[in-house]
């Protein structure tokens, strides 16, 4: 982690730039991004469906609509696809998620991915994007995603605290979104749906530096009803949760701050 650097970019912030703690060893794998493979017709065709891998690690093309059939090609975390035909039906689990196989196309190559670790929202390219503009991009496509950004309370700690909406459709895929846009370790993977309540899930590979990296799930019936991450070092931390609050949209609250 880099205290210092983390320090000086929660100083002064009142409103729309907010950048997490990030340990760079880490970050350096989870924010690998490439450049969209869409060719020049594809990228200008309006017809053609788009879907982005959200998943840290990557994702198998496969040759058929089989898990185990011949991997193609591993397409990266953020790449853009073409969605070329969706899974008819959806036998498959995967990492708690269910989905089916989409004929997509990529690089040039036809084949199939899982649709689970696909998302229909294009996920943050940069690194340092703020909040609203990312929010302010999804709003062009999302006309009812919402944004506000105020002041913590000085009698609390010096920060911000930016509230917003994302037009996600599953559980999954507004964590895999939100843990992108504030590059949460990828080492907290999406948490099981059934379980207790309230259930505390450590980051494995927490720093020592680090005094805090967790996630908070709570559950009701077996479903997700908050899942929550907070992360805290010497001189500043942040945290989020997420919340759905329709069913075309999930409310997420981003507290940074510095001591």
Known sequence: ????????LFIG???????PAKD??????????????????EE???QLEYRYVMVPNGL???ATNTLDSEKLAVMPFKSKVVLLEEASDKPIEVEHIKGGMHKIRYEGQTGFAF??????????????????????????????????????????????????????TNWHEAFYIVSA????????????PSGPELETIEDPEKPQEVWDSFLTVTRENNSFKKIEYDYR?????????????SDKLFRVEYLGFVD
């Open 1 to 8: 982690m880099v205290p210092v650097i983390c320090m000086a």
């Open 13 to 19: 912030l009142v409103s729309c730039k907010e950048t």
């Open 24 to 41: 760079s060893a880490k970050q350096t794998a989870q924010s690998e991004t490439n450049d969209p493979k869409i060719s020049p017709h």
């Open 44 to 46: 200008q065709d309006s």
């Open 60 to 62: 198998s093309l496969r």
């Open 115 to 168: 649709s689970g670790f696909l998302s229909q929202l294009p996920l943050p390219q940069e690194e340092e994007q703020s909040t609203e503009d990312y929010i302010a991009t999804l709003k062009e496509q999302f006309p009812d995603v919402t944004f506000e950004s105020k002041a913590n309370d000085p009698e609390f700690h010096e920060g911000s605290t930016v509230t917003f909406t994302l037009p996600a």
């Open 181 to 192: 846009m504030y590059q949460s370790p990828k080492t907290l993977g999406f948490p099981k």
């Open 233 to 245: 070092a010497e001189g500043f931390g942040y945290g989020y949760d997420i919340v759905r609050e």
